[in-house]
């Protein structure tokens, strides 16, 4: 997107250009805040666009033109599917208890691929992947990672991105918000007002700036990214993960709950824990290099596709968080396609699947944590391969219990 791109008469008086061509929220008579914030992004831009590399390949994919990031979406996408329900984010309360497990097995750069909504910035913070793709058979998901992609571009810092994301005036932080632990923000944003007019201002940039990642989008296409972020809005951090066949349960955490939530060290561990955390997503959001994709991981076209394009980069899968799909490919009898997707794709060493477990009475795991229903499991893709050759795998179960 151009600066030119924006008529200023169209840019609401949140909204502001700093150091680069996205525009960003801040508040609009604070110049000397302006100043250091630009200074800000700016080195953050810097200190996060060369992610570490763990392998010995030499693979440096440059930035994605937005022309080419439509065109690969729609590329490596298929017909989309129907889930039961919105997933506007996640009920895996446990989905950081896996860091500790990526940080000892050296699992970094690469490619990552994983389903479903925000709980994926929180495992690309801490793997630094050179490139990510979110597959997903609901082609809704394609639509809110549009509308992430469009929130991290007009937020400076995470205050700003939290802020916009459920519609909250936070223009009154100070600039050592950039420092505040996600605690600490999460207190502000909950104490932020909604002023007249502020979210139709915030929805109507959100949609100007979706406008120009070049993505095919139909007028219903924009209502549903309007209705997510709307009720991002309405319920502000009180959101909760919700189904549309299935009663609510009283252990789905709320949107507050998952960006406090800890790891088994004890620590925040939300992409929104530290700023450099943040901004390491918004530069891969930046140079367009979190690619959303419409695909069934049991289908016959997405998983191969990104494989084949991999391939021909010279990049590796080094993480694949499949959430708990893979009880739902069994259930309707695509798994051995997906375990032969898995076999064709571009593996590393290490490279690991990431899982949800959701289980009660004599099914809980073994390596459940107390308080949790759901757990995280951690399996070496090329262990999984060599598993699914020797017939190893006979049931669901069989996928979630072996080590």
């Not at 151009?2 to 150091?19: K, L, R, S, Y």
């Not at 763990?54 to 690969?72: H, M, N, P, R, Y």
């Not at 002023?195 to 109507?204: E, K, M, R, S, Y």
């Not at 709320?254 to 800890?262: M, N, P, V």
Request: aromatic residues 12%; proline residues 5%; hydrophobic residues 40%.
């Amino acid at each position: 997107m151009h600066n030119q791109t924006w008529a200023e008469d169209h840019i609401p008086a949140h909204v502001f250009f700093i150091g680069g061509s996205h525009p960003v929220i801040v508040h609009p008579t604070n110049l000397a805040f302006l100043r250091v914030l630009a200074g800000l992004v700016l080195v953050g831009t810097v200190a996060c666009s060369t992610p570490p590399a763990v392998w010995t390949q030499e693979v440096q994919l440059d930035s994605i033109q937005t022309g080419s990031f439509a065109a690969l979406t729609e590329q490596l996408s298929e017909p989309g599917g129907y889930f039961d329900t919105d997933n506007l984010i996640s009920n895996e309360s446990s989905y950081l208890h896996v860091l500790g497990e990526l940080r000892e097995l050296g699992v970094q750069g690469g490619a990552y691929i994983g389903v479903g909504p925000g709980q994926n910035f929180s495992y690309i913070s801490r793997v630094r992947p050179d490139i990510v793709f979110i597959v997903d058979i609901r082609r809704d998901n394609l639509l809110q990672h549009l509308l992430y992609k469009a929130l991290f571009a007009i937020s400076a810092r995470r205050i700003d991105y939290v802020g916009a994301l459920v519609g909250r005036d936070v223009t009154a932080a100070p600039l050592e918000a950039a420092d505040w632990s996600v605690d600490d923000i999460v207190t502000f944003v909950d104490r932020a007002t909604q002023p007249p007019g502020f979210a139709q201002q915030l929805i109507d940039s959100v949609r100007s700036v979706v406008g120009e990642f070049g993505v095919p989008l139909s007028s219903e296409d924009l209502t549903t990214i309007e209705r997510f972020h709307r009720s991002f809005i309405e319920s502000g951090l009180n959101l909760r993960f919700n189904s549309f066949g299935r009663v609510p349960q009283p252990y789905y955490p709320t949107l507050r709950d998952l960006f406090l939530e800890r790891d088994l060290s004890g620590d925040f561990g939300n992409y929104l824990a530290r700023e450099d955390d943040f901004r390491f997503v918004k530069e891969l959001q930046r140079r367009n290099l979190v690619i959303p994709v419409v695909g069934d991981l049991g289908g016959s076209h997405a998983l191969r596709a990104i494989g084949s394009w991999l391939d021909e980069k010279g990049v590796r899968v080094s993480v694949f968080y499949t959430s708990n799909v893979e009880f739902y490919l069994w259930g309707d009898g695509s798994f051995p396609r997906f375990a032969d997707n898995i076999s064709a794709l571009p593996l590393a060493k290490p490279s690991v699947f990431i899982r949800s477990y959701f289980g009660t009475g004599f099914r809980s795991h073994p390596r459940a944590v107390a308080g949790y229903v759901s757990t995280q499991l951690t399996q070496s893709m090329e262990n999984f391969v060599t598993q699914w050759r020797d017939d190893r795998y006979r049931t669901y179960f069989d996928v979630v219990w072996m080590r």
